[in-house]
Each structure stands twice: as structure tokens, then as C-alpha cells.
């Protein structure tokens, strides 16, 4: 909102919780009218996202999944000189869906990091991205797996 990020709940797999912010978003959302809160900033939103998932495990894999309703992004830097090449050193993929139509810049951060661009037509539509091709993860390249051994007796 107002072109800044906030992370509405902490990492988890506890769905709860996750339910309760976006419900205490939408509270906000009817507060502030029609019009919503400000611009949308893409940027700042990855750089939030990016940062909370620099710290998890290399092991496992790391996905930002945007829903954007907005047509465009006001950004305070470039996004493909800063952003993007942070994202790809630390091996997140960012995917995108979109509520209204195709933002040129969302598609393009999901081509370069591996991450998949879609539009939704209608709800069952959003209901199968996020679900169908979002809630499994993508196979694991061997190339960025970190593993070590440990000799057993």
C-alpha cells in the first residue's frame, strides 16, 4: 500500500494464521474506500519477500508468489539492475498472477528467475494457479542442492 511493503504474517506453514492477515487486510481495504492505498511497488514488495527468504535453508526451494490487481508498478529503483539480480544469486524464483491483466514487468522477473506469469480469467481460475500450480514445488536441480554426508557407523 501507499508503494510500500509490509509483511502481514511470518513465514510458516500455518495456514490459520496466514488466513487471519490477508481477512485483516481486507478490514483495511474497505476502511480506505474504493481507491484502495496508493501505488502498487513491485520492487519494494520482491525486496521484502527477498529478504525474509535469504535466511532459509539452501536445501529447500525459495518462491515468491505475487497476486497484483494493479496495471502498474511505481518502483524507487530499477528493478532489473538492483532487484533482480539479487533474486537470482540467491536462487528464488518469483511467480505472478494477475487479476486484471498482463503487467510486461511481472512477466518479465518470472521468465528471469524460472517462475511461471499467468492472468485469471474467473475465480475457479485463481483457485487452480494457486493451488494446482503454485502449492506443489518445482523439482529440485541438482545444480542448486547443497548437500554434504555424514559417514555412519
Known amino acids: ?9 511470518q513465514l510458516s506453514s500455518n495456514a490459520k494464521a496466514h488466513k487471519v492477515a490477508l481477512q485483516s487486510l481486507s478490514v483495511i481495504s474497505a476502511q480506505e474506500g474504493p481507491n484502495g492505498g496508493g501505488e502498487f511497488s513491485l520492487q519494494n514488495g520482491l525486496e521484502l519477500a527477498g529478504r525474509s527468504l535469504g535466511h532459509q535453508p539452501r536445501h529447500g526451494t525459495r518462491e515468491i508468489v505475487v497476486l497484483v490487481a494493479a496495471l502498474s508498478t511505481c518502483d524507487p529503483g530499477n528493478l532489473f539492475t538492483e532487484t533482480l539480480p539479487r ?31 499467468g492472468v485469471a ?21 541438482r545444480t542448486q542442492m547443497e548437500s554434504s554426508g555424514c559417514h555412519m557407523l
Do not use: F, Y
Not at 500500500?1 to 504474517?9: D, F, H, Q, V
Not at 540467491?90 to 486484471?100: D, F, G, K, P, Y
Not at 475457479?124 to 500450480?133: I, K, N
Open 1 to 9: 500500500r501507499n508503494g510500500e511493503a509490509e509483511m502481514l504474517s
Open 87 to 117: 533474486l537470482q544469486a540467491a536462487n528464488i524464483r518469483v511467480s505472478t498472477l494477475s487479476l486484471v491483466a498482463e503487467v510486461h514487468v511481472c512477466r518479465k522477473i518470472a521468465e528471469e528467475t524460472g517462475g511461471v506469469m
Open 121 to 141: 480469467l474467473d475465480k475457479p481460475m485463481v483457485r487452480d494457479w494457486l493451488l494446482g500450480g503454485q502449492s506443489v514445488p518445482p523439482p529440485a536441480l
